[in-house]
């Protein structure tokens, strides 16, 4: 794993430093090793840099910027293609290709030579990378399928910058920091910044499944979008038995688990001891001599708590295992951290006991396996059962009902009734029905129900009213009869939560720290092969993961997984009344609200006074606000 950084700057005035900085502020990503080159051109200076986390070839033939023989392709990346072997050998084949090491970005490098952008097609993995093409003066920016690994972009006044964390972009004297009124909207509904948005104007985050390229000669930008997991949902649904599914989908983990266990390095596997991370480490251990080391993560708080189902399991999986208990004081070192390791706002709470259970792995290995995707393949999450119910209501209403029904909701004093009788987050479900009330498909209603602050709350919240982005939600699949309720959702969430909030969170908390993490779910073969399936073979009368359950019951005994799904939560409902009370306090004050001018400083304190007097609001409202603070004071202020 490592962190791409460069430039091509039509104004000239970018050099070697400007190289050397942009790249070395993405020391923790590539602690082993470093690279920069810059090419003088007739019409701009070309500079990539890279930082290396030694993972295959250990030696310095892995050492980028890489160049082709003829000079003519240089690329720095970051990621893993795992059957880069298989194509080596095609290479070798067809071309008679002469490699001087083993590592993956030579061969990435020589398929693009050969292939161009169809070489991407080929690459099983996660991946961005950029090659600069020194005969045709062009820069190539490719991200993988699913948005695994970053790349950021800005481009603006003749300046194009590129790299794989923001905090690189700010180094160039050429950046500038104008905040995205309509990110910052968007950062309070969901707790981040859907791609391509970013909180900055003029900065872009490359979506997955996305290429991007830049004509120096022209100046001119070009994206294209080379994989779409809508296109693996559009495709025809399989005629195939559940026991055919099951055993198909086990052909699929053993193959793709065993792909991203290679490694010159120690790998390990981030154990929830829920179904996903348990699939991923039972077929692992099953099929090795070798004990699997495997990392959980636990809280003080008994609710929260899985640590122990999770011991269990990987006792009887045998294991490796190591377990460690995030106390408040542990969240307390590690949220000053956060703006740095999350440089754009970012309020999955999630990310502390993440970013704590990489530290804790990163002392025994170098690579850390984990299990997401799994919600989002076999629809675990609780939102789409809530979606798919109140569908099911809401849609037998006529229009006129439905409007009746949302302006007598208007007149009901919810805030009250949530005061006198302790109603936890009873006047924010009210305006989620409202909001429901007035769309008509099942991927707005799963929308509607996991936005975190609502559209009401944010007229309240922020002073200056922006239309909202248009993101991939806006990309829905209209035809719900062919397709299914719960596959559109699945297709949505793929494209927009899963790369934006889960696969960002885990990014940045392994790199923090110098660790690799891989997501063997994430598999494209994986996806190709679920899309398909009858929906009841996900989510069926007996519940989420019916066919993931099913294979799991194969390799653990249904009494150690068999429990309510508490998901990765964090407890700072009762942190920050008791041991972090301080932050919301100097973080969320009357004067800096004021001073700052983009929020309605009187309603944020009311809502932080409420939380702290111990009424029941919802917590996760004051943490988004925190987040954004705590980054503007990093990063803007």
């Keep these: 794993m490592c962190g791409i950084a460069g430039f091509c700057d039509f104004t000239s005035r970018s050099d070697y430093s ?76 067809q071309f008679g290709i002469t490699f001087q090491s083993q590592s993956d970005t030579e061969v990435i490098v020589h398929a693009y030579q050969q292939w161009g952008i169809e070489a991407v097609h080929r690459f099983r993995g996660m991946f961005a990378f950029v090659i600069f093409d020194n005969k045709e003066k062009r820069l190539f920016l490719c991200r993988d399928r699913a948005g695994v690994k970053p790349l950021y972009y800005y481009w603006h006044n003749n300046c194009f910058l590129f790299s794989s ?57 070009t994206e294209t979008q080379y994989w779409n997991a809508m296109d693996c949902y559009n495709q025809p649904i399989l005629d195939i038995s559940f026991d055919e599914a099951k055993r198909e989908l086990e052909r699929l983990f053993i193959q793709s688990f065993g792909y991203r266990m290679v490694s010159d390095v120690p790998v390990g596997v981030f154990l929830s001891g829920g179904f996903d991370s348990v699939a991923v480490a039972a077929i692992l251990q099953n099929h090795r001599s070798k004990q699997l080391k495997t990392f959980t993560i636990g809280f003080e708080e008994h609710a929260y708590n899985e640590a122990p189902f999770a011991k269990q399991i ?13 106390t408040p004081q542990d969240a307390r070192l590690i949220i000053p951290k956060l703006p740095d390791i999350y440089d754009e706002p970012f309020g999955d709470s999630s990310a502390i006991p993440t970013i704590l259970v990489s530290e804790k792995a990163r002392q025994a290995v170098t690579v850390a396996l984990s299990a997401d995707a799994g919600d989002e393949l076999f629809a675990g999450y609780t939102k789409y059962q809530t979606a798919i119910r109140l569908w099911n209501i809401l849609k037998h209403l006529t229009p006129s009902t439905k409007k009746l029904f949302d302006k007598c909701l208007q007149y009901i004093p919810f805030q009250m009734i949530q005061r006198l009788l302790s109603a936890y987050n009873l006047e924010t479900r009210t305006q989620k029905i409202q909001q429901m009330l007035r769309h008509d498909h099942i991927v707005d209603f799963m ?41 559109a959702m699945l297709a949505t969430d793929y494209q927009t939560y899963l790369p934006d909030d889960i696969l960002m969170k885990v ?51 249904k009494s150690l997984l068999d429990r309510p799904k508490k998901g990765f939560s964090v407890p700072i409902d009762f942190w920050f009344r008791k041991e972090l009370k301080f932050y919301f306090l100097h973080y969320l004050d009357q004067t800096r609200l004021r001073n700052q001018g983009l929020f309605n400083d009187k309603f944020v304190v009311s809502l932080r006074d409420r939380y702290l007097n111990g009424h029941s609001e919802n917590v996760e409202k004051l943490w988004q606000l925190l987040m954004f603070q705590m980054w503007m004071a990093r990063w803007v202020d």
């Excluded at 070839?57 to 880069?84: A, C, F, K, W």
């Excluded at 009213?465 to 309720?485: A, V």
């Excluded at 779910?521 to 899309?531: E, G, P, Q, R, S």
């Design 507 to 557: 990014d940045r908390a392994t790199m923090s720290v110098g660790l690799e993490g891989r997501e063997p779910l994430l598999d494209n073969h994986i996806l190709a092969f679920v899309a398909r399936l009858p929906e009841h073979f996900k989510y069926s009368d007996a519940g989420p993961k019916h066919l993931l359950k099913m294979l799991v019951y194969q390799y653990c005994p």
């Design 18 to 93: 400007t190289l050397k900085n942009m790249t070395d502020t993405l020391a923790h990503r590539g602690p082993d090793d470093h690279g920069y080159q810059v090419f003088q051109d007739a019409n701009a200076i070309i500079g990539l840099g890279h930082r290396r986390l030694s993972i295959l070839d250990l030696s310095t033939l892995g050492r980028q910027p890489m160049r082709t023989p003829d000079n003519r392709y240089h690329i720095v990346y970051n990621g893993e293609v795992y059957n880069y072997t298989e194509i080596q050998k095609d290479l070798i084949k």
């Design 447 to 487: 929308n509607i129900t996991s936005q975190l602050i609502t559209h009401q709350d944010r007229q309240k919240m922020m002073l200056e009213q922006i239309k909202i982005l248009p993101t991939s939600f806006d990309h829905k699949i209209r035809n719900t009869k062919q397709t299914g309720l719960i596959n």
């Design 165 to 221: 964390e923001l905090k690189s972009l700010h180094e160039h004297a050429s950046f500038s920091k104008n905040l995205n009124l309509q990110g910052i909207h968007a950062y309070l509904k969901w707790g981040y910044i859907p791609a391509p948005h970013t909180i900055f104007n003029h900065t872009y985050k490359l979506r997955p499944g996305h290429c991007l390229v830049l004509d120096i000669k022209h100046r001119k930008l």
């Design 314 to 326: 990987a006792n009887y999986l045998g294991c490796d295992h190591t377990e460690y208990i995030c």
